[in-house]
């Protein structure tokens, strides 16, 4: 099988509209597909029509929340294989409400040390539910304030630079939400760093799985949390974090076989011996 559990539409960072998302899957020869957008599943329904509609891969809902441990943002992967709940919506419609709030200081940050970029043009680059430092990014490039979407984040966006609010939500606190309903967590592409000094809290936490496989990771860092995870009893899990972006490649490019992941595809009641492309 061929699985991607990270995928992005424009209903967050992502460039596609997720029927087109899901129709590239199909292209892709994927088998399972996820499309986890930042704090919002609304993607969901227009990609599960075009499954419907046009034939695989397998659609799971799911979500990527933003959460912060450690004076760190962290990324926690919500699988939800028997959909999302009131709980989950309400949660997601917090962390969007928190994104504009954050969104405005930042820009009101910006513009004290001259850059000059209104909210309305970090408004006008988002699509979706969700607003971002990419929006933002592509809002100062548009308005030709920064010269490149690089430019931006290496100098001012990026999270050190400590421009745009920190996330308010603790990670402990979403784990245990997606819990309560139903969900499966997974901790998203994990910094080396961050991983070794405290995969023991999260599974402390209730955290069930790790991003094991994911482009970022170097066969070392696969190794080491391969071992880590069996050790401590957490699912694998991997995906592209495909976003559409020029330079990432077709939707299918990056894929993580299926025997690689069999407990989280078990945990999700998905039988491998069937799949959707064959």
């Known amino acids: 099988m061929r699985i991607d559990l990270h995928v992005h539409s424009n209903r967050s960072d992502g460039v596609h509209d997720p029927s087109v ?9 994927l088998d399972v597909l996820a499309i986890t957008d930042h704090d919002t599943h609304s993607g969901y329904a227009s990609a599960f029509e075009e499954t419907q509609r046009a034939g695989g891969p397998l659609l799971i809902e799911g979500v990527e929340f933003t959460t912060w441990f450690a004076s760190t943002e962290v990324h926690i992967l919500g699988y939800f294989p028997q959909g999302t709940t009131p709980k989950v919506h309400e949660l997601m419609r917090s ?10 200081q930042g820009v009101e940050a910006l513009s004290e040390l001259g850059l000059v970029i209104q909210f309305e043009d970090v408004q006008a680059c988002s699509k ?3 607003m971002s430092r990419s929006h933002l990014a592509q809002a100062l490039v548009k308005k030709r304030v920064i010269r490149s979407y690089g430019e931006a984040f290496r100098k001012y966006l990026s999270s050190e ?10 990670a402990e606190e ?5 819990a309560e309903e139903g969900g499966v967590s997974v901790w998203a592409h994990p910094s080396l760093d961050l991983f070794d000094a405290h995969i023991h809290e999260f599974k402390e936490m209730g955290l069930e799985g790790v991003e094991v496989y ?13 071992k880590v995870s069996d050790d401590l009893g957490l699912l694998r899990s991997g995906g592209s974090d495909w976003h559409g972006h020029p330079g990432q490649g077709k939707l299918g490019t990056y894929v993580v076989p299926g025997e690689q992941i069999e407990g989280l595809l078990e945990r999700l009641g998905i039988p491998q011996a069937s799949s959707p492309q064959t």
């Open 214 to 226: 994911f482009k970022r990771a170097s066969g070392a860092h696969e190794y080491l949390f391969e």
């Open 174 to 178: 979403v784990i245990a939400l997606i």
């Open 95 to 104: 962390l969007q409400s928190e994104r504009i709030e954050r969104m405005r």
């Open 161 to 170: 630079h400590g421009l745009i609010p920190c996330p308010t939500r603790g």
């Open 21 to 29: 998302v899901a129709r590239m899957g199909l292209e892709g020869r």
């Open 128 to 130: 979706g539910d969700t």
